[in-house]
């Protein structure tokens, strides 16, 4: 329906305009739950995108965040339970491998074994050491859904859930 108002001279469209503000509103919901989800962490890092996952047998605990960017870089941070060896072994499976990048670790291990199925790093620890932690600094080379395990060999796997935004 169109109207011409005499004082101004202008024609409105009235059905135009309430579409029109239909779809604005439209914007700002949709870009309200954007900014929302970024906050709490659903786009990267944030209090729901922390996770703390356990082996069953308590020999390992990883901290890591479930939503990630594409070549941003983040940390992996292990606790390792008592262990009797002289060496700690962790072991990162191919499909975990497939789609990172370990840059470094603290402390640097004392080799790293590739094996069929993944790597496997060593690190030397004190006769006393109990809750041993190694932070992995790793990056992300491909972009999607992520799942991979890391064990302290021997031991119960972890399983890692996560996603990386493009």
Same mark, same amino acid.
């Given at each position: &329906? *169109? *109207?011409?108002?005499? /004082?101004?001279?202008?024609?409105?469209?009235?059905?135009?305009?309430?579409?029109? +503000?239909?779809?604005?509103?439209?914007? +700002?919901?949709? +870009?309200?739950?954007?900014?929302?989800?970024?906050?709490? !962490?659903?786009?990267? $890092?944030? =209090? &729901?995108?922390?996770?703390?996952? %356990? %082996?069953?047998?308590? $020999?390992?605990?990883?901290? #890591? /965040?479930? #939503?990630?960017?594409?070549?941003? =870089?983040?940390?992996? *941070?292990? $606790?390792?339970?008592?262990?009797? /060896?002289?060496?700690?072994?962790? @072991?990162?499976?191919?499909?975990?491998? /497939?789609?990172?990048?370990?840059?470094?670790?603290?402390?640097?291990?004392?080799? %790293?074994?590739? *094996?069929?199925? !993944?790597?496997?790093?060593?690190? &030397?620890? @004190? %006769?006393?050491?109990?809750?041993?932690?190694?932070?992995?600094?790793?990056? #992300?080379?491909?972009?999607?859904?992520?799942? !991979?395990?890391?064990?302290?060999? !021997?031991?119960?796997?972890?399983?890692? @859930?996560?996603?990386? #935004? =493009?």
């Amino acid at each position: &329906m *169109t *109207t011409q108002r005499e /004082d101004l001279e202008l024609e409105t469209h009235e059905s135009f305009q309430r579409n029109e +503000w239909r779809i604005q509103r439209a914007g +700002w919901i949709a +870009w309200t739950l954007v900014i929302i989800a970024g906050l709490i !962490g659903l786009l990267g $890092s944030g =209090p &729901m995108s922390h996770k703390e996952t %356990a %082996a069953a047998d308590g $020999s390992l605990k990883i901290e #890591y /965040d479930r #939503y990630l960017h594409y070549h941003h =870089p983040t940390q992996l *941070t292990l $606790s390792v339970g008592e262990i009797a /060896d002289d060496e700690l072994q962790i @072991k990162f499976d191919r499909s975990l491998l /497939d789609r990172l990048q370990v840059e470094r670790s603290e402390p640097e291990p004392l080799q %790293a074994e590739i *094996t069929d199925d !993944g790597v496997i790093y060593t690190f &030397m620890q @004190k %006769a006393s050491s109990q809750n041993i932690k190694v932070i992995f600094h790793v990056d #992300y080379e491909r972009f999607g859904a992520c799942q !991979g395990t890391v064990e302290v060999v !021997g031991h119960e796997p972890v399983t890692l @859930k996560q996603f990386v #935004y =493009p």
